[in-house]
Nanobody, 122 residues
């Protein structure tokens, strides 16, 4: 079993920045990808970004390209999401995810965090 714990959410003005972190623990064997999803009020959960455990290959949804950066911390089994130039449309609960599939392209995560709220005011 894999446990994921997010941190770093909060309230920020449009144009500002936030950094989310996700710490993973447990049996990580076979987990090849970590990443982030988000869910805005009244909307379905959507993919945001993904990074591979081998090679640090990244993949983003179009709406965050050039603004968000996902990175991995090898020693800590953690991933970060640096979010710049935030827009009110980025307001959502952000969920850390991990799994074997290339979620966002194919398949779905095997594990989810509890989520952290990001609110961007206009």
């Amino acid at each position: 079993q894999v446990q994921l714990v997010e941190s770093g959410g909060g309230l920020v003005q449009a144009g500002g920045s936030l950094r989310l972190s996700c710490a993973a623990s447990g049996r990580m064997f076979g987990t090849r990808y970590m990443g982030w999803f988000r869910q805005a009020p009244g909307k379905e959960r959507e993919f945001v970004a993904r990074i591979s455990w081998i090679g640090d290959i990244t993949y983003y949804t179009d709406s965050v390209k050039g603004r968000f950066t996902i990175s991995r911390e090898n020693a800590k089994t953690a991933v970060n999401l640096q979010m710049n130039s935030l827009e009110p449309e980025d307001t959502a609960v952000y969920y850390c995810a991990a799994g074997n599939d290339r979620f966002g392209t194919v398949g779905a995560p095997n594990y989810w965090g509890q989520g952290t709220q990001v609110t961007v005011s206009s």
